[in-house]
């Protein structure tokens, strides 16, 4: 997922989604995301506490933890959850537009035009772990060296044949950089960066 709409998100979602909760899902589910997130913070006032952000068995999967919350707002905790899964089953994950759930491989939701590129992503993704990583290492730096967030896209130059790769890539080096921030070792990225970054905005 962008950058962008991650932090828009956490900073809706306030307490109840950790930093170190990575969110793992794409830019077309940022809508369901951020509608799941302000109904569980105004349901809980603020208490359920997010443990998982992400996707399984192709949809999207909030868990929460309702350690401590009253009955009738666990129902409602886990009405809102099921709500966002479900709204998840029609959208594609990665553009937003309609989508059904792809069973072939591992499950996903996906519109006709982005399960035609599939195959041709995730050869992209493997083939090109170098470049992504070098690429998030140069993109945190470059944040952390003028004290803010710029949109990805503004910072890493690479060149691709063509708008498809280029697209491909954007959205890979988000997803890490995402990561990254939530917790995931990088080998390009001191561990005692990441407090610092966490503190960045976008202007
Ligand atoms: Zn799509």
Known sequence: MRLEYELEIRDLACSILPQGIGMDIGNGW???????????????????????????????????GVRGLDDDVIHTVYEITGQA????????EL????????????????????????VRRRQFETGNHQAIDEAVGY????????????????IVMEAWPDDTDRRFFLDEVNDV???????????????????????????
């Open 30 to 64: 940022l809508d369901i995301a951020r509608d799941a997130v302000i109904g569980l913070v105004v349901a809980s006032h603020g208490r359920v506490k997010v443990e998982k952000f992400g996707e399984k068995w192709g949809l999207l999967d909030i868990r929460p």
């Open 85 to 92: 899964r479900s709204r998840s089953a029609d959208i594609c």
């Open 95 to 118: 553009c937003g537009r309609p989508g059904e759930i792809r069973r072939a491989g591992w499950h996903r939701v996906r519109c006709d035009d982005c399960e035609a590129e599939h």
């Open 139 to 154: 993109y945190v730096r470059v944040c952390l060296e003028h004290g803010r967030l710029f949109p990805v896209a503004n």
């Open 177 to 203: 950089v995402g990561w990254w921030r939530a917790g995931m070792q990088h080998r390009h990225l001191d561990e005692d960066l990441r407090e610092e970054f966490r503190r960045l905005r976008f202007r």
